[in-house]
């Protein structure tokens, strides 16, 4: 088997040795390539020697994005740990059952936490804690030319981190993250989104998301391209620095990039260098798209998911409004399908299940095996969206395959009458679910942020949509919200909306 190179930080150590690698913007901390490889080194060797880190053995991080997490990874991939980010907004009662499931010998925790921390019971079953600002030293300290050597070369197979999902339907699942994943989707990215060593991005994705290791840095890592790491996403920073670093590219979700064009001097900076923004976790609307293009920041749009890549399809920005909804083509080495509910491929504009096969795809889940056979079948991922594929072969979401619903023996795809609703100048945010109905079975309850300084009765949005949607489409209800919930990913996060409708019903 050929073994692959995963150290990534070491080769540019030897490449581009003076190249700048990283800042963290809150303490305006930077590193070149070399300086980060000999700290990170450094830090390897303390795992190994004062905590007994061995080949396979899970170190938890229980922080906010920090150089010491990022130092923190790149160590377990030298000496062959696994990374296990946990979500900093989860109560002692979650974290408890990731803990337990992913049993780490080392668990790490960010000293603002510790409250949160010592209420943990899982913690009696680990073997170390400490808190990450113990590490920052590495970061600081000098190691001139400090080389760590591996027990061993590691190969594709071989876990690297595992990250938990949402869990917005039950439990959440370790997704098992390895080498092979992380360089097909770092060359997947590079392909289509033509990444060299010169980029620069702003990195604020939590790091306890697919979205913060792998849209974006590691790809960049692998390229040898650059980064400045911010704790949490503010529109108004990262507009200022994307104007002052000369960002090439940008990543977001469509509420990102909705919160910086609000701003005040969004029309007025400057933002030339930017090749263009990446968009994913959900459509972004057309009106949205035609404001970035003004400013001449084309929109990517994308699609993917944890267990595969993430970065599985995109949209070339030239087709962003001709195809609008579309997230494009699979990526390179991604091979994609639409089935039925009877298994049979789907013949073009049909409505089907995705599933995807390619080396990107995770090996399945953290200690459940029945839950990986269910979701892989002959190495293809059941992905649980509902998609389509028009005559010249893009693809589009219609929905996850657990948000449709049925409507008096009908199918309702809530993300298509999302789609209508945006289309109306007085809405700047909606969203749709199903609930339960005593003569349909389920109707559809829509909950609309409508913008500033317009006015809009539920009795109008409704009748927007008479005449434009299928009767059984129209929501029976609309609730009127000044915000929408999310997930801590970003996403709408429809099981809140179903709690708001039971508590107002």
């Given at each position: 088997m050929f073994n692959y190179q995963t150290d990534w930080l070491s080769k540019w150590a030897v490449y581009t040795p003076n190249k700048f690698f990283l800042r963290e913007y809150n303490r305006d901390l930077r590193w070149t390539f070399k300086q980060f490889n000999e700290r990170t080194n450094a830090l390897a060797a303390h795992l190994v020697t004062n905590f007994n880190i061995k080949i396979g053995d899970r170190i938890a991080v229980f922080s906010k994005n920090r150089a010491e997490f990022v130092q923190l990874f790149l160590a377990a991939i030298k000496c062959g740990a696994i990374l296990v980010p946990l979500n900093f907004r989860l109560t002692a009662r979650e974290l408890d059952l990731l803990i337990n499931d992913a049993q780490p010998k080392l668990f790490l925790f960010e000293e603002e936490y510790r409250n949160e921390v010592i209420k943990l019971n899982s913690l009696k079953r680990v073997?170390?804690?400490?808190?990450?600002?113990?590490?920052?030293?590495?970061?600081?300290?000098?190691?001139?030319?400090?080389?760590?050597?591996?027990?061993?070369?590691?190969?594709?197979?071989?876990?690297?981190?595992?990250?938990?999902?949402?869990?917005?339907?039950?439990?959440?699942?370790?997704?098992?993250?390895?080498?092979?994943?992380?360089?097909?989707?770092?060359?997947?990215?590079?392909?289509?989104?033509?990444?060299t060593s010169s980029d620069h991005t702003q990195s604020y994705a939590p790091f306890f998301h697919t979205g913060g290791w792998n849209v974006l840095f590691t790809p960049f890592l692998l390229h040898g391209a650059s980064h400045t790491l911010i704790q949490n996403f503010d529109a108004e920073l990262i507009l200022k620095l994307m104007e002052e670093e000369k960002s090439t590219i940008m990543f977001g979700v469509p509420t990102m990039l909705q919160m910086m064009s609000d701003l005040k001097n969004f029309e007025t900076a400057n933002l030339s260098s930017l090749r263009y923004a990446i968009v994913g976790g959900a459509p972004m609307p057309i009106p949205l798209i035609n404001i970035w293009h003004k400013k001449n920041v084309p929109i990517r749009q994308g699609y993917g998911l944890t267990e595969v890549g993430p970065n599985c399809f995109s949209l070339h920005q030239d087709d962003a409004i001709r195809k609008k909804g579309s997230i494009g083509f699979p990526n390179f080495?991604?091979?994609?399908?639409?089935?039925?509910?009877?298994?049979?491929?789907?013949?073009?504009?049909?409505?089907?299940?995705?599933?995807?096969?390619?080396?990107?795809?995770?090996?399945?889940?953290?200690?459940?095996?029945?839950?990986?056979?269910?979701?892989?079948?002959?190495?293809?991922?059941?992905?649980?969206?509902?998609?389509?594929?028009?005559?010249?072969?893009?693809?589009?979401?219609?929905?996850?395959?657990?948000?449709?619903?049925?409507?008096?023996?009908?199918?309702?795809?809530?993300?298509?009458?999302?789609?209508?609703?945006?289309?109306?100048?007085?809405?700047?945010?909606?969203?749709?679910?199903?609930?339960?109905?005593?003569?349909?079975?389920?109707?559809?309850?829509?909950?609309?942020?409508?913008?500033?300084?317009?006015?809009?009765?539920?009795?109008?949005?409704?009748?927007?949509?008479?005449?434009?949607?299928?009767?059984?489409?129209?929501?029976?209800?609309?609730?009127?919200?000044?915000?929408?919930?999310?997930?801590?990913?970003?996403?709408?996060?429809?099981?809140?909306?179903?709690?708001?409708?039971?508590?107002?019903?």
């Open positions: 073997e170390q804690s400490e808190t990450i600002n113990e590490f920052t030293h590495f970061l600081i300290d000098d190691f001139t030319d400090y080389k760590f050597i591996p027990e061993k070369t590691f190969g594709e197979s071989d876990v690297c981190m595992i990250l938990y999902t949402a869990g917005t339907t039950g439990l959440s699942k370790g997704v098992i993250i390895n080498h092979r994943m992380l360089m097909w989707n770092a060359i997947n990215t590079g392909l289509r989104l033509d990444l080495y991604i091979e994609a399908k639409i089935i039925d509910d009877n298994g049979n491929e789907c013949k073009l504009n049909e409505v089907g299940e995705l599933l995807l096969r390619s080396p990107v795809v995770t090996d399945g889940y953290w200690g459940k095996a029945e839950e990986t056979k269910k979701s892989i079948t002959d190495g293809f991922f059941h992905t649980g969206d509902l998609v389509r594929k028009d005559e010249e072969n893009y693809f589009y979401v219609v929905d996850r395959k657990k948000n449709m619903f049925i409507s008096g023996g009908e199918n309702v795809y809530p993300a298509e009458i999302e789609k209508f609703l945006y289309t109306h100048n007085s809405i700047k945010e909606v969203a749709v679910i199903g609930v339960p109905d005593s003569k349909w079975g389920e109707v559809g309850k829509a909950f609309v942020v409508i913008k500033n300084n317009e006015q809009l009765s539920r009795e109008e949005i409704i009748n927007f949509c008479v005449g434009n949607l299928a009767k059984y489409k129209i929501p029976k209800y609309v609730e009127i919200l000044d915000n929408i919930p999310k997930t801590d990913a970003g996403k709408i996060n429809k099981l809140k909306l179903l709690e708001l409708h039971n508590q107002h019903k």
